[in-house]
């Protein structure tokens, strides 16, 4: 009997996420009436949920090392207000729309790897509390990018071939819509799950990845063993702030435009959500990206089953945070 | 000496693990007035036994005897109302509240309302509880200023303010120093003459003779023997004769155990591996010159706070260094234990948990992780895992490491079992000179036959060994030579023709209390 229920509790704490995800998606794909499992109904569930997604695989390997990354959500609207900006300014100069865009686009990956690069320095060489240091960006990136256009919207002048970037994708052969349209598969979701199967090798194959786990699980001891651990941290964090600068570009790109006072609000709190939902310890040194995959779209059919059910939003929060903290309760190791 | 009342007994005690039995129906008596020893090796059942005593488990069968009452507790609380309390190796201790606190942590003396706290008697308590243990630490002080001994007092009186008629250590001395010790054996043998029921754990086999009153092995799960101290004060089995540590160290084990330590061999009197020349640990050790060869031992002995832990993590880069370091003849300095790892030194710490091993992660993570980059490959995109495995599984045939598989995490493995993943991480980093801090800390009789064979082998391979330990029978058994270092120095030192005579350990132990000045030429 004993032996039965903690074999169940291993189980439940290995594939319990999954199982979740399982039965959260019967029953949405039954709510909108489609057949039970409708390759269109995953397709908008990651292609919405993308953005998020791309801030929670980097989250989950922030959160392996032992950190935390609060600043994420005020990374994306720096890093996409900058870009948009200076797109806008190439067009304005007359340059083709195919030089802006890739300008634009490196400018706001280059900013989100240059936002995450001071979280790492303050971490690493301020000697500050990451939570501190991230808190501070938190405030400091979103105001920044308030600055920059007044608290408002930074309208991309980009004729077609940004949103086309943003709204675009690949279609899939063989796999067709209701409507009876290829589904197309976005270019953002295709961005998710590349930088999510990147992500997952780095830290179950690559040394990078050992190394994040070892400091994360016990940093005096790894530094013992001879490791880096400030360029161990100092990465992490700058990874986070490519990632951060990917989703900006994801973002900016799918709306053609940048509100600074709403995008990527909230996104830091959904991110470690989606991390602790997938089975990640706070603690460190332990993580998994493909949990936080999942996480992330459990996260997401929440909000739209939430919302066709007519949920007002401003209960969604307090249904949300309770999967949050179930989550966290099923998964909690047993007491030995 | 059977008139004293029994406080608590087990009754046919058994405990069942899925595929183990970890105790078989042991019957044990706790007399008030008595301090009684468990010992056997780890695996023996000590441990479980102690945690159906204290509440954190329940016998399969059997049961408990509480003053002439059967009882068996179905959680810790119910123990501690029973008034039995375990000092815990990791002292249960908030760091930052005063000792007064602390002792009354749970149940505080309140004022009339029942809201405030009447520091006056809270302190009254405290002042009192540690009087009685001999403790002179001030009860307004914050416990994060106390050494380690002070603490453990603290906890003692801690459990005594809970009316503690049953006190079980769980290896007390293990995180105290020489001195520190003998303080707290004063402090057991007044908890006795109280009329107390003293339990004591121990891996030092010397201490249980020096204190127990009764002792009690563990072996595979059974009570193999007892033995108990006579009106003339000395320990006797059942036929009367006179018990030493060699004879309880026989029962633990089942079998005599062949010379706890291996032949010595020759030092090879080769070109020095490592020299330090004027060497220290910035602010804490200075003035060291100290040459070791390769396939030599060299023990540094000294008590806890001397220093000598400080200077072997300066050498090898984790800590500011002073003074100069040669390395087969050329100078070094090294900034990261990752530098000195490349150019051949290994460092494995005193401390398993907190510094030297990972204890949430696998055997072949803990093994590979500093020669991850042997593994690796394209730019460190790809790690070998197959070659990581086959390693891992060659040093846990090489070492004899006794585990279920090696991807689960260590932290369920014993003591010993740990040493030598922590070893076998350092040796697969090819080290020319390796420092060991504490080797046998924490580790049973068995393991620790096999980890001297083990060092001993390395240094005939050639490897230039130094072992820093605090117990001296190790040392003397163990090296070739001993230095002992105090207050940041060395003082003195043994060559290995000192080491044979029949003093030596009296006369290091001297040295390194400071009771006796010699500056010998030893280096």
Request: charged residues 15%.
């Amino acid at each position: 009997m004993n032996r039965l229920s903690s074999r169940l509790q291993e189980a439940l704490e290995r594939w319990g996420v999954l199982i979740a995800f399982a039965i959260l998606f019967a029953i949405s794909s039954f709510k909108q009436g489609f057949d039970f499992v409708n390759p269109e109904n995953f397709r908008a569930l990651l292609n919405s949920n993308a953005p998020v997604g791309i801030l929670a695989v980097g989250m989950t390997l922030v959160i392996v090392s032992g950190g935390i990354d609060l600043s994420v959500g005020s990374m994306v609207v720096l890093a996409a207000a900058l870009g948009t900006t200076a797109m806008n300014a190439q067009i304005a100069g007359e340059s083709s729309e195919l030089n802006a865009v890739l300008i634009g686009g490196a400018v706001t990956i280059a900013a989100g790897i240059a936002a995450g690069c001071i979280n790492g320095a303050l971490i690493v060489f301020g000697r500050i509390a990451p939570f501190i240091a991230t808190l501070g960006g938190l405030a400091a990136f979103r105001s920044m990018s308030l600055a920059i256009a007044d608290a408002g919207e930074i309208r991309s002048q980009s004729a077609t071939l940004f949103s086309a970037l943003g709204r675009g994708g690949i279609p899939i052969p063989g796999l067709e819509n209701a409507a009876g349209k290829p589904l197309t598969i976005s270019f953002s979701t295709v961005i998710f799950l590349v930088v999510a199967v990147v992500a997952q090798w780095f830290l179950s194959r690559a040394r990078f990845g050992r190394h994040l786990i070892a400091v994360g699980a016990n940093e005096t001891a790894a530094r013992y063993s001879g490791l880096s651990i400030s360029w161990i941290r100092f990465r992490v964090y700058a990874i986070m702030g490519l990632l951060a600068g990917i989703a900006a570009l994801v973002q900016s790109s799918r709306m053609n435009s940048v509100s600074t006072s709403q995008l990527g609000l909230g996104s830091e709190l959904d991110a470690i959500a989606a991390v602790v939902i997938g089975g990640t310890s706070l603690q460190g040194g332990f993580g998994r990206v493909w949990g936080t995959v999942v996480g992330v779209l459990i996260l997401g059919m929440i909000t739209n089953m939430l919302t066709i059910s007519g949920v007002s939003p401003y209960w969604q929060g307090a249904i949300k945070g309770a999967v949050i903290v179930l989550a966290v309760l099923v998964q909690r190791p047993s007491r030995s | 000496m059977e008139n004293r009342a029994v406080i608590l007994g087990t009754r046919a005690v058994t405990v069942d693990y899925p595929g183990v039995r970890a105790l078989d129906a042991v019957t044990l008596d706790f007399r008030a007035g008595e301090i009684h020893a468990i010992v056997g090796e780890n695996g023996a059942g000590k441990s479980t036994l102690m945690k159906v005593i204290s509440g954190a488990m329940r016998p399969t069968e059997g049961e408990l005897e509480l003053a002439g009452h059967s009882a068996n507790f179905a959680q810790p609380s119910e123990a501690i109302a029973a008034g039995i309390a375990m000092v815990h190796q990791e002292l249960n201790l908030v760091p930052t509240l005063t000792v007064e606190e602390n002792i009354a942590l749970g149940r505080e003396p309140t004022g009339v309302l029942g809201i405030a706290v009447d520091h006056r008697a809270q302190r009254a308590q405290a002042r009192e509880l540690l009087a009685l243990l001999g403790s002179a630490c001030e009860t307004g002080e914050l416990v994060s200023s106390l050494s380690i001994g002070q603490a453990q007092c603290v906890e003692i009186a801690k459990c005594l303010a809970r009316d503690a008629r049953v006190l079980i250590f769980d290896e007390p001395t293990a995180v105290l120093g020489e001195q520190e010790a003998a303080r707290l054996f004063v402090q057991l043998r007044r908890l006795r003459d109280e009329g107390r029921a003293v339990i004591f754990i121990s891996h030092h086999l010397d201490e249980v003779v020096t204190i127990a009153d009764r002792v009690s092995v563990l072996r595979d799960g059974q009570l193999v023997e007892s033995f108990a101290r006579d009106q003339s004060g000395s320990l006797r089995d059942a036929r009367g004769r006179s018990v030493d540590a060699g004879r309880l160290a026989a029962a633990m084990v089942g079998r005599e155990l062949g010379s706890l330590f291996p032949n010595k061999g020759a030092a090879i009197g080769g070109q020095p591996a490592i020299e330090l020349i004027d060497f220290g640990a910035r602010g804490i050790s200075q003035g060291i010159s100290l040459s070791v060869s390769s396939g030599e031992i060299v023990g540094i002995a000294g008590l806890v706070g001397s220093g000598r832990s400080e200077t072997a993590q300066a050498i090898v880069g984790l800590r500011p260094q002073a003074g100069r370091i040669l390395l087969a003849g050329s100078a070094v300095r090294f900034e990261s234990a990752g530098a000195a790892m490349r150019a051949g030194l290994a460092y494995v710490s005193e401390d398993r948990k907190g510094s030297g091993l990972h204890l949430s992660l696998s055997s072949i993570a803990n093994v590979t992780l500093p020669s991850l980059d042997a593994y690796t490959s394209r730019g460190g995109l790809h790690v070998d895992s197959n070659a990581e495995r086959a390693t891992t599984n060659r040093w846990i045939d090489t070492l004899g490491i006794r585990c279920a598989r090696p991807d689960s995490p260590i932290a369920l493995l014993s003591g010993g079992n740990q040493q030598k993943i922590a070893l076998a991480r350092w040796l697969e980093t090819n080290p020319k000179v390796l420092i060991i801090d504490e080797p046998t800390r924490g580790v049973d009789v068995g393991a620790k036959a096999e980890i001297y064979q083990i060092i001993a082998q390395l240094a005939r391979d050639g490897l230039a060994c130094i072992v820093i330990s605090s117990d001296l029978p190790e040392l003397i058994g163990l090296a070739h030579r001993v230095v002992v270092m105090r207050g940041g120095r060395v003082v003195g030192g043994a060559s290995r023709e000192q080491l044979a005579l029949r003093n030596c350990e009296e006369r290091i132990m001297r040295i390194a209390s400071g009771l006796s000045a010699e500056l010998e030429a030893c280096a």
